[in-house]
């Protein structure tokens, strides 16, 4: 074992001492790099709380809609008079009232499972994950944006991206991702949410290739059922000039009491008006 001076040993301890603490500091550095904490918002939300907080204002634990569906095309236009149930984040049932043609017209969602049901020829369809993307009734909402529309909560990843104003109203800019082998039809999905209301003021849906393909904008914001709600909400294909869908709502009620089998496939039959 070599012997050294003590002048050479104090020496060796400064530099193994400063060698530690270089060491030290490069992980620390490191590791501030790979873990970024999620920025909060004003509120001290994360995007995460902020969607959840928007879906719980726009459907609380339990909601009721009547709405009007008006499909538009460059040479045509149909309305349908509609009615909606919602409990949770896993139950939900949409009724066509009107056009008599359409009177009786079902989508049901239960947990994971959704069907349609068709009186004209008395059959309830399964809606396999496969059919999320199709149209609904004709429109340019799809069975995912409104049956599966939940998803958006539990299915993907959230980011807070900045602050924007949508006319006089602040917004969060917040993309979701979808998370690997969630069964949803968009790749990820972009939202504007009020930063005081929490509603969705505009949403942008993206496919696998990263391209836009529709955007809704909603409008026409006003007290119903002891809160705010967007009584216009308007969809717009990308690639379709001239064509949109515009779902307006006229009365809404949230927070009552409606047990789980009432979302049933003998219901979803059942119901007229």
């Not at 040479?75 to 139950?91: A, F, I, N, P, Y």
């Not at 399964?126 to 009734?137: F, G, R, T, V, Y």
């Amino acid at each position: 074992m070599p012997s050294y001076s003590i002048r050479q040993w104090l020496s060796l301890r400064r530099l193994t001492s400063m060698l530690a603490m270089f060491v030290a500091s490069i992980l620390v550095i490191t590791s501030t790099q790979a873990v970024e904490p999620e920025p909060l918002s004003a509120s001290g939300l994360n995007a995460s709380e902020i969607v959840a907080q928007s879906d719980k204002q726009m459907r609380g634990e339990s909601s009721f809609t009547e709405a009007t569906m008006n499909i538009v095309r460059p040479d045509w236009q149909r309305s349908m008079r509609m009615k909606s149930w919602t409990k949770g984040q896993e139950l939900s049932l949409v009724l066509v009232t009107a056009p008599a043609k359409d009177k009786g017209s079902a989508s049901l969602k239960r947990y994971k499972e959704m069907w349609n049901w068709i009186p004209s020829i008395e059959r309830v369809i399964k809606i396999a994950p496969s059919m999320l993307s199709q149209s609904w009734m004709g429109s340019d909402f799809t069975n995912d944006d409104l049956i599966n529309q939940s998803s958006i909560v539990v299915d993907y990843q959230h980011q807070l991206v900045e602050q924007v104003k949508i006319g006089d109203d602040n917004t969060y800019l917040i993309d979701a991702i979808a998370k690997p082998d969630a069964p949803v039809v968009w790749n990820k999905v972009r939202l504007w949410i009020s930063t005081t209301s929490f509603l969705q003021r505009k949403v942008e849906f993206y496919d696998e290739f990263d391209e836009l393909v529709n955007t809704m904008e909603t409008s026409d914001v006003q007290l119903m059922g002891g809160r705010m709600l967007a009584a216009k909400m308007v969809m717009i294909p990308a690639d379709k000039p001239g064509q949109r869908t515009e779902l307006i709502t006229h009365q809404a009620q949230f927070d009552f009491d409606i047990d789980d089998s009432f979302f049933s496939q003998q219901k979803m039959r059942a119901l007229r008006d």
